[in-house]
């Protein structure tokens, strides 16, 4: 696994901007992306690269995942409990 890689996606994942987008996606990574094939690193980063209030309504429900978003990825990301800093409900 490439180390450098894995340090620069969560750095990317906690400093969005937009605080909410960072205490999913920070928390997500760091429990994720160590354990994540190359394949679903790049799906990741396609994701970050989405509008942080377009994510952020995406994992609440507010809106219609974009259809290009790996739906893996997704699935994942909203099994996501930040609170508990671990996937589940």
């Not at 970050?48 to 699935?75: C, K, N, T």
């Amino acid at each position: 696994m490439d180390e450098h890689r894995l340090k620069k996606i969560r750095l990317r994942a906690w400093r969005r901007g937009f605080r909410e987008a960072d205490l999913i996606l920070g928390p997500f990574a760091d429990l994720h992306c160590p354990t994540m094939t190359a394949r679903q690193l790049d799906a990741f980063e396609a994701l970050m690269e989405e509008a942080d209030q377009d994510i952020y309504d995406w994992y609440l429900g507010r809106s219609e995942v974009a259809p290009h978003i790996d739906r893996e990825i997704f699935a994942l990301l909203k099994a996501f409990n930040p609170s508990e800093g671990r996937a589940g409900g």
